[in-house]
């Protein structure tokens, strides 16, 4: 085997490792949860924005669905939907969650979707292809899988907002992701979204948008709401498992961030988490 081959079968298998530790962090706590109790409203947000409508039978494909907020929403609505995720948890739990809604759950990478070029009318993604480590490959994948005409829709957390400032309070907490991987948050930039898309895509329109939350009465309780159910977080706490003041520093930060991002204090306590929401029109 030659040194080009070597080299290429590190790379495939340092890249499967990186989505098999995906796949775990992802399948930690209870991010069912999360998606029900916090982000499920983000779904139809995306659908609404897209104009998938009754009636219509178009076919859309949700990359990195989770349990499938947005997907439901167009199924419902009578598109030909499929949702895929790379943790197969998660495409469980939205099945069982959904068992009246006609749509395909797949189990897929959204670096390497198992779908056709211009299978779909409609690409969209909730708060899920942020999350895939190469950027790039994901977007190609996506403008890839959508036909000329059709739509594309992306929803990610702000790198400023405050589930982009929970991933820069952890990142001194974890290690440092290997060469070539990208921040989740920057899917949440509009130049670096620009970048990925490049003139592939006309009409791109970009809004940054705000959920409102009213799960927690403080800081703390929001601290510990996502250590005990955020598959990022709990891996963060799983790092310093051995290191109590290190753990201790940890709660005490992402206590201090939930306070800093919130107003008002017990019943009264309200966030408002900034997203950026994307379309276009594949050209």
Same mark, same amino acid.
């Given at each position: 085997?030659?040194?080009?081959?070597?080299?290429a079968t590190d790379a495939a298998q340092q890249d499967t490792e990186l989505?098999?530790?995906?796949?775990?962090?992802?399948?930690?706590g209870d991010y069912p949860r999360v998606a029900r109790e916090l982000v499920?409203?983000?779904?139809?947000?995306?659908?609404?924005?897209?104009?998938?409508?009754?009636?219509?039978?178009?076919?859309?494909?949700?990359?990195?669905?989770?349990?499938?907020?947005?997907?439901?929403?167009?199924?419902?609505?009578?598109?030909?939907?499929?949702?895929?995720?790379?943790?197969?948890?998660?495409?469980?739990?939205?099945?069982?969650?959904?068992?009246?809604?006609? *749509?395909?759950?797949?189990?897929?990478?959204?670096?390497?979707?198992?779908?056709?070029?211009?299978?779909?009318?409609?690409?969209?993604?909730?708060?899920?292809?942020?999350?895939?480590?190469?950027?790039?490959?994901?977007?190609?994948?996506?403008?890839?899988?959508?036909?000329?005409?059709?739509?594309?829709?992306?929803?990610?957390?702000?790198?400023?907002?405050?589930?982009?400032?929970?991933?820069?309070?952890?990142?001194?907490?974890?290690?440092?992701?290997?060469?070539?991987?990208?921040?989740?948050?920057?899917?949440?930039?509009?130049?670096?979204?620009?970048?990925?898309?490049?003139?592939?895509?006309?009409?791109?329109?970009?809004?940054? *948008?705000?959920?409102?939350?009213?799960?927690?009465?403080?800081?703390?309780?929001?601290?510990?709401?996502?250590?005990?159910?955020?598959?990022?977080?709990?891996?963060?706490?799983?790092?310093?498992?051995?290191?109590?003041?290190?753990?201790?520093?940890?709660?005490?930060?992402?206590?201090?961030?939930?306070?800093?991002?919130?107003?008002?204090?017990?019943?009264?306590?309200?966030?408002?988490?900034?997203?950026?929401?994307?379309?276009?029109?594949?050209?």
């Amino acid at each position: 085997m030659g040194t080009t081959d070597i080299a290429a079968t590190d790379a495939a298998q340092q890249d499967t490792e990186l989505k098999n530790k995906h796949r775990r962090m992802w399948g930690l706590g209870d991010y069912p949860r999360v998606a029900r109790e916090l982000v499920s409203p983000l779904g139809e947000v995306l659908v609404d924005a897209l104009h998938i409508s009754e009636g219509e039978g178009e076919r859309v494909l949700d990359v990195a669905a989770g349990t499938g907020s947005a997907a439901v929403r167009a199924a419902r609505l009578g598109a030909t939907v499929v949702a895929s995720d790379l943790t197969r948890e998660l495409i469980d739990a939205g099945r069982a969650e959904n068992p009246d809604v006609d *749509l395909t759950w797949d189990v897929a990478d959204a670096e390497a979707l198992p779908y056709a070029d211009d299978e779909f009318d409609v690409v969209m993604s909730c708060i899920g292809v942020m999350f895939a480590p190469h950027h790039q490959q994901a977007a190609d994948e996506m403008v890839r899988t959508c036909r000329p005409g059709g739509r594309i829709g992306i929803v990610s957390w702000t790198p400023e907002g405050a589930i982009g400032q929970l991933f820069a309070t952890m990142k001194q907490y974890v290690p440092p992701p290997p060469p070539g991987a990208s921040p989740p948050p920057l899917w949440g930039n509009e130049d670096h979204v620009r970048d990925l898309l490049e003139d592939r895509v006309r009409d791109v329109r970009f809004r940054r *948008l705000t959920l409102p939350v009213t799960h927690f009465e403080d800081g703390a309780q929001f601290r510990d709401y996502f250590a005990a159910h955020y598959g990022p977080t709990i891996a963060a706490y799983a790092a310093h498992a051995d290191d109590p003041a290190r753990t201790e520093e940890l709660s005490r930060d992402l206590a201090a961030l939930g306070d800093s991002q919130g107003t008002g204090s017990g019943a009264d306590f309200a966030m408002q988490w900034e997203y950026l929401l994307v379309t276009a029109e594949v050209r």
